[in-house]
């Protein structure tokens, strides 16, 4: 079966990732994506395989994109998925990233984007951003680095930030940037996690809690 075998392939990868990008991230992610795609009416087969293929061409983890999604397209006509699929496939996982902030149009790419957001929210979010934080050697929080409004996705990927400011920057924006609305009460509790969460930290920061 071709989801098994793109299982298998995308474990292969990821098996050692520890920026917030591992083996179960993906699994997560694919388990939500289907769920909306049932809700949602949406192609199963292409939500299931672009969501299991979503972090695999990723700049974060590979050297060169190009050469990522060309692998990805020869081990996807390797098992013989039509074209139409491959190509619907192929256009997701290009589009979706955060950073690069595209308009979508397939319903398939939002429920794929809607599920990698809720992931990065709620409590599996938090632990994620600190994670994410450590591996790159940014500090939990510093008061000296102010929250940075729009910038460039050179400046998002490497100027300097906290895992705090991280939730300023982007995570506390996502609930509104959701497509479905399933997705959009899933975010509900997770968002509303974050905002105690801060509430909490800052109390504690200062030593009043
Ligand atoms: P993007 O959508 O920006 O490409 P990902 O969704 O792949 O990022 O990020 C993976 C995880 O790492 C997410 O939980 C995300 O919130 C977290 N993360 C990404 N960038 C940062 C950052 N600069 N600081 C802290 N956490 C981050
Ligand atoms: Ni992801």
């Given amino acids: 079966m071709i989801i098994e075998r793109t299982e298998d392939w995308v474990k292969e990868r990821l098996a050692h990732d520890t920026t917030?990008?591992?083996?179960?991230?993906?699994?997560?992610v694919r388990k939500v994506a289907v769920m909306l795609a049932?809700?949602?009416n949406a192609d199963q087969q292409i939500v299931e395989l672009a969501a299991l293929l979503h972090d695999t061409i990723d700049d974060k983890i590979v050297a060169n994109e190009q050469v990522a999604v060309e692998e990805v397209k020869k081990f996807l006509v390797?098992?013989?998925?039509?074209?139409?699929?491959l190509y619907k496939v192929l256009a997701i996982i290009q589009t979706i990233s955060?950073?690069?902030g595209q308009e979508l149009s397939l319903l398939?790419?939002?429920?794929?984007q809607d599920a990698d957001r809720l992931d990065a929210i709620g409590a599996i979010g938090i632990a994620r951003t600190f994670q994410y934080s450590g591996a790159r050697n940014q500090p939990i929080y510093d008061p000296t680095l102010s929250v940075r409004g729009q910038m460039t996705r050179?400046?998002?990927?490497?100027?300097?930030?906290?895992?705090?400011?991280?939730?300023?920057?982007k995570l506390l924006q996502l609930k509104d940037g959701l497509h479905t609305q399933t997705a959009k009460e899933v975010a509900e509790k997770?968002?509303?996690?974050m905002e105690q969460f801060l509430d909490q930290f800052f109390l504690e920061w200062e030593g009043n809690a």
């Fill in 20 to 28: 917030g990008h591992d083996w179960y991230h993906i699994d997560r």
């Fill in 38 to 40: 049932e809700k949602e």
């Fill in 78 to 85: 390797e098992q013989g998925l039509p074209k139409p699929a």
């Fill in 98 to 100: 955060f950073s690069k």
């Fill in 108 to 112: 398939e790419a939002k429920i794929v």
């Fill in 154 to 169: 050179e400046e998002y990927r490497h100027g300097k930030s906290s895992a705090i400011n991280h939730f300023y920057e």
């Fill in 190 to 193: 997770r968002h509303a996690l």
